[in-house]
């Protein structure tokens, strides 16, 4: 019953304070580390202990296999380098960095020391996932800090295991090297079997339940298949994350992907602010047990200081070079625009730490000397890093300048994305239709299709309440309209419970596809997307720029189709017919030849696309 009691409590405070802190706009790693800080000091608190093996093994994995779902492989293949080099090199920098400060300041033996490293050394995916997406940083930083967060545990773990087996004898540095190539081996291996394996038992499997509970046990899989070779259990995990979430849309049915969505969601959204409660309990008793320490006050606190300033500097001291010295290879330098500094700048001051930290320093065996000194030091890093860097990366964000994914240019990707989509579904259409299919039937269809697309233009045009959206305004109110009346039948008692709830949930799924509409509303983003008090007055480059001039490259950007590079979509210009790539674009040679023409006009030049953009006044028309 106690155990019970605290369960329902630790769920019940992450749900209320989680809900209240995304409600006024606070990060919940943050308000939820404090709030455990404290409550570890409260008498009557639960006393919940952190060890290693609940942490790695119950933990970790359903939490990184939950942000792997939803990482982009591809994005993650696109930025693989910079990926490794974080993820792989600086946890080997920042292990040998803080090994030896702490053997300069703590009387323990380098290779406790380097334990220490090895603990404090990798940020945390759940802290990285958890602040990042809030603060609308470019997409391409949020990969590469998932992306190093993903990866990065693996090589902090192997070199912790080479430290201890250190302290009690000698490891040499080959012996680590051929650790880590070995857990990296075994542990992508386990990774690819485990998603192999699974894929094929979803291809015979139709029913969302079904599907899901597969889905649970998929990350404790890989990560035990991994750990009895000797692998990375958090490279197995992540490995079969990408992959299952890569292949779903050919793999699972619509309702099994939507339903597991939504169960993995869930699952991260408790989990993920248990972790930062739990962490923040740890005060507590770490606290107490150093009053069995022999160092004198002032020392530990030092020492605290020192790595705490240590982690957060050795950072930028690895990322600037790790991201210009690359650029020097002419190879490096011709495929990849040069990056601004203020993308480092904000890597760097995002390495926030978290649990796996405090789960690592609890793998020390007990005769590390001063074990209790370290375990404290690992607290104040994790604590001290969320706090600080946490708490300031969003102001650090806004005063470099920093902007998020652009609304508008999203909704111009969607609405040709969708498109083209529609395009090639009208196409099949055509080829299956058969004779005897009724004409009005074959025009519901094809005008199905077509909504979509045209829902997501009218996102671009005026500020005025769109088709859709009167659309999803009065299908709901209609759609209330029928569940009253359906669950009036229901008090009746003369319908079977079967039936009804079949008719309730084909309501249900309808709704949910309206909610998406009426949501970005609610959220403001038609706001950002159409036109503001500002924008309501006519824009002179935009009603001056209607003659189409003829393209100059009609086959592609004419700076890709020079120097061999590649685009995603297409602008004209309006004024001399230049045709660049887009901002999504890795050149962005379009807002390249504005900025050296001053043509202010550009239009779409993608298929089935007709909008204009001025870059004087930043309007759409």
């Not at 779902?69 to 993820?87: G, H, P, Y």
């Not at 005025?464 to 009065?474: C, G, K, V």
């Not at 949910?512 to 609610?522: H, M, N, P, S």
Request: proline share 6%; glycine share 8%.
């Amino acid at each position: 019953m106690h155990i019970a009691l605290t369960l329902v409590a630790l769920v019940a405070i992450v749900t209320v304070v989680g809900g209240a802190a995304r409600w006024v706009g606070a990060p919940p790693p943050l308000i939820l580390t404090a709030v455990g800080v404290a409550g570890s000091f409260v008498p009557f608190a639960p006393r919940i202990e952190l060890t290693s093996e609940l942490v790695l093994v119950g933990l970790l994995p359903p939490l990184l296999y939950a942000a792997a779902l939803r990482t982009s492989l591809v994005d993650f293949r696109r930025n693989a380098r910079a990926i490794a080099l974080l993820s792989v090199g600086l946890v080997l920098f920042t292990t040998a960095g803080i090994g030896l400060l702490t053997w300069w300041v703590l009387p323990v033996p380098l290779a406790a020391a380097v334990a220490l490293g090895a603990v404090v050394a990798p940020p945390d995916a759940v802290a990285a996932t958890a602040i990042a997406r809030r603060i609308g940083i470019p997409r391409q930083v949020v990969t590469v800090l998932e992306g190093e967060s993903l990866v990065n545990d693996a090589t902090a773990i192997v070199c912790l295991r080479a430290a201890i087996t250190a302290i009690g004898g000698s490891v040499s540095v080959w012996e680590v090297g051929f650790d880590l190539v070995v857990s990296a081996v075994a542990g992508v291996l386990s990774g690819l079997v485990v998603a192999m394996v699974i894929g094929k038992i979803r291809k015979h499997i139709t029913d969302p339940l079904t599907d899901t509970s597969v889905s649970l046990i998929c990350p404790f899989t890989a990560y035990l298949l991994a750990e009895a070779f000797h692998g990375s259990g958090v490279l197995a995990v992540v490995v079969a994350g990408l992959l299952l979430g890569h292949k779903s849309p050919v793999l699972q049915t619509a309702s099994s992907r939507i339903f597991e969505r939504n169960t993995w969601a869930t699952i991260q959204f408790v989990l993920e602010n248990s972790v930062f409660l739990l962490l923040g309990l740890q005060a507590q008793p770490i606290v107490e047990a150093l009053s069995h320490s022999t160092l004198p006050a002032s020392r530990i606190v030092l020492a605290a200081a020192v790595v705490l300033v240590g982690v957060i500097v050795l950072r930028p001291l690895w990322v600037f070079p790790a991201t210009y010295i690359p650029r020097l290879i002419p190879e490096v330098a011709h495929n990849e625009t040069q990056a601004s500094w203020t993308v480092p700048a904000v890597i760097s001051w995002a390495g926030m730490r978290g649990v796996v930290t405090l789960a690592a320093v609890f793998v020390l065996p007990a005769t590390t000397p001063h074990r209790e000194v370290l375990v404290l030091i690992a607290l104040v890093v994790t604590a001290g890093t969320l706090l600080l860097q946490g708490a300031t990366l969003p102001m650090l964000v806004r005063r470099l300048g920093l902007r998020g994914p652009d609304p508008a240019e999203d909704a111009l990707q969607e609405a040709g994305i969708y498109q083209r989509a529609a395009t090639a579904g009208l196409a099949r259409l055509d080829e299956v239709v058969a004779g005897h299919d009724a004409d009005d039937v074959v025009d519901r269809v094809r005008q199905r299709s077509l909504d979509r697309a045209n829902a997501a233009w009218e996102r671009l045009g005026s500020g005025a309440e769109t088709p859709s959206h009167i659309y999803a305004r009065l299908r709901q109110e209609m759609l209330r309209a029928e569940r009253e009346e359906v669950l009036r039948l229901r008090g009746g008692g003369t319908v079977p419970h079967e039936v009804l709830q079949r008719v309730l949930t084909v309501l249900d799924i309808e709704e949910t596809i309206l909610d998406r509409t009426t949501a970005e509303d609610i959220e403001g983003r038609e706001e950002e997307l159409t036109v503001s008090d500002r924008q309501a007055e006519a824009c002179p480059h935009l009603t001056e720029a209607l003659q189409v001039p003829k393209p100059r490259t009609p086959t592609g950007c004419e700076e890709c189709l020079r120097d061999g590079t590649s685009w995603v979509h297409l602008r004209l210009c309006m004024g001399c017919g230049h045709v660049g790539c887009c901002d999504s674009s890795p050149e962005r040679h379009a807002h390249g030849h504005f900025q050296s023409t001053d043509h202010p006009v550009m239009r779409s030049f993608e298929t089935g696309e007709a909008w204009r953009w001025c870059f004087v006044d930043e309007l759409i028309g």
